[in-house]
């Protein structure tokens, strides 16, 4: 009999949930009230947001959220999103999940997806191969995708950038064609992945989004107390 077991051989693996979409379609906001919600349900439970999570990857963050638009090629840029993937996955998002914490990130690799491929014309293989040397095989288990007019969008991150002066606000200077091809781009990613995407009007207030989100997992806690 083999007894070289790790202490996750007993833990249910946690769930991985991300939240994807254009600037100001209330991700942040969403992200940070599921997390309240499930810590308080007594779930362990972790929130953390792309580019960055991790220590190396806030330091490339900073790379690519500030300072001029077109500061780097549409490559270079790529390439950076996934060195701070590369990070955040290996030393804070794949150890969690294995611990059997759920893991809650503001933005992954759909919006590299959407930016740098529908956005951007990098090739989606290419950014495939990426996601599959640094994640491997393994997907969200769900994706919540906040879909938002690009103006209605934009008028919000602008509204809340002057008011918390961070100056993160590299990619909302692209224009709106910039912008559309996004938020199309999200969508065909979305009708290609109809059992791990959800989308929702992110037009609704605040607190009807809020119970959507909660009412969808709570079905995911429930199909995990199952196979417990
Ligand atoms: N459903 C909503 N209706 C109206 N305003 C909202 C809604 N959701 C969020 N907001 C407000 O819009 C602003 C942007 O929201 P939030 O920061 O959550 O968006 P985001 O998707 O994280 O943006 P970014 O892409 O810039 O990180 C905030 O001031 C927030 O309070
Ligand atoms: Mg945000």
Redesign the pocket.
Known sequence: MNLALRKSDFIQRGRFIT?E????????????KLFAKLDEAGIDVMWTREPGGSYGAEEIRSLLVKGESERWAPSTEALLMFAARDDHWRTWIEPALEAGTWVIC??FADSSYAYQGYGKGVSLDLLKALYQNTVGATQPDRTYL?D?PVDV?LA??H???S?DQAK?DR??GLGSPFHERVRAGFKSLANAEPARFYMLD?????E??EAQVWQDVQCLISAAIAHG
């Open positions: 939240f979409g254009g600037e100001g379609s209330g991700k942040t906001t969403q992200s940070k503001d933005r906040f938002v969008g919000r991150a509204m809340r950038m008011a993160e990619f909302e992110a037009t609704q207030s605040i009807s989004l």
